[in-house]
Nanobody, 124 residues
Framework: VQLVESGGGLVQAGGSLSLSCAAS????????VAWFRQVFGKERTLVAA????????YYAASVRGRVTISRDNAKNTVILQMNSLEPEDTAVYYC??????????????????WGRGTLVTVSS
């Protein structure tokens, strides 16, 4: 599967952005998906994850209550809606996926497929 992120950009603190991850290939509904972010010089960290059906989601503590992950398997798309953005949210955001037989597990311990990332910049 190939993943392409979009929707990043510059936003003021307190604003919102919706990131999209478009997947190519078949059987997207068999893939668990997650969003990660990486600040230059730091490790990539998990932001949110969603199971194959979209019924179960996980959020990192740093974004819980401000971020919502959702998916539309008919459109091969995963959305990361981010609200009340803070300067600390500035990072490159990556979409990742892994084929799994588990219908409920999320997040997964690792992901096999990665997009190239989209930059989110939050100004104070």
């Amino acid at each position: 599967v190939q993943l392409v992120e979009s929707g990043g950009g510059l936003v003021q603190a307190g604003g919102s952005l919706s990131l999209s991850c478009a997947a190519s290939g078949r059987s997207f509904s068999r893939y668990a998906v997650a969003w990660f972010r990486q600040v230059f010089g730091k490790e990539r960290t998990l932001v949110a994850a969603i199971n194959r059906s979209g019924g179960t989601a996980y959020y990192a503590a740093s974004v819980r209550g401000r971020v919502t992950i959702s998916r539309d398997n008919a459109k091969n798309t995963v959305i990361l809606q981010m609200n009340s953005l803070e300067p600390e949210d500035t990072a490159v955001y990556y979409c990742a996926a892994r084929h799994t037989i588990s219908s409920s597990e999320t997040p997964l311990p690792e992901y096999d497929y990665w997009g190239r990332g989209t930059l989110v910049t939050v100004s104070s």
